[in-house]
Nanobody
Framework: QVQLMESGGGLVQPGGSLRLSCAAS????????MHWYRQPPGKERELVAA???????NYADSVKGRFTISRDNAKNTWYLQMNNLKPEDTAVYYC????????????????WGRGTQVTVSS
């Protein structure tokens, strides 16, 4: 099994910054793609940012130029640096990783973290 643990959420004023972390543990063989999603109150979950194992990134239009996804391969940890935060960024943020885990051979997996709350308010 592969477990993900997010951290770094909290309350911040508009214009402030936060850095979210997502640490993966377990019998990981390889990672294909890492995603950050968010679910604002009363709304559906939406993709915020993604990074492939090759380093290609993709961002939602609403966060381009403000959010940056990065990784530390040695630690199996991914980050979401969020700058110039706005009230509309308020949401529960989730990390999602897909790849292959060790089993009898390699087995595809897609794991989700439990989420971390980000609240942007004055």
């Amino acid at each position: 099994q592969v477990q993900l643990m997010e951290s770094g959420g909290g309350l911040v004023q508009p214009g402030g910054s936060l850095r979210l972390s997502c640490a993966a543990s377990g019998s990981i063989f390889s990672i294909n793609t890492m995603h950050w999603y968010r679910q604002p109150p009363g709304k559906e979950r939406e993709l915020v940012a993604a990074m492939t194992i090759g380093g290609s990134t993709n961002y939602a239009d609403s966060v381009k130029g403000r959010f940056t996804i990065s990784r530390d391969n040695a630690k199996n940890t991914w980050y979401l640096q969020m700058n110039n935060l706005k009230p509309e960024d308020t949401a529960v943020y989730y990390c999602n990783v897909d790849g292959f885990r060790l089993g009898i051979g390699t087995i595809p997996f897609s794991s989700w973290g439990r989420g971390t709350q980000v609240t942007v308010s004055s």
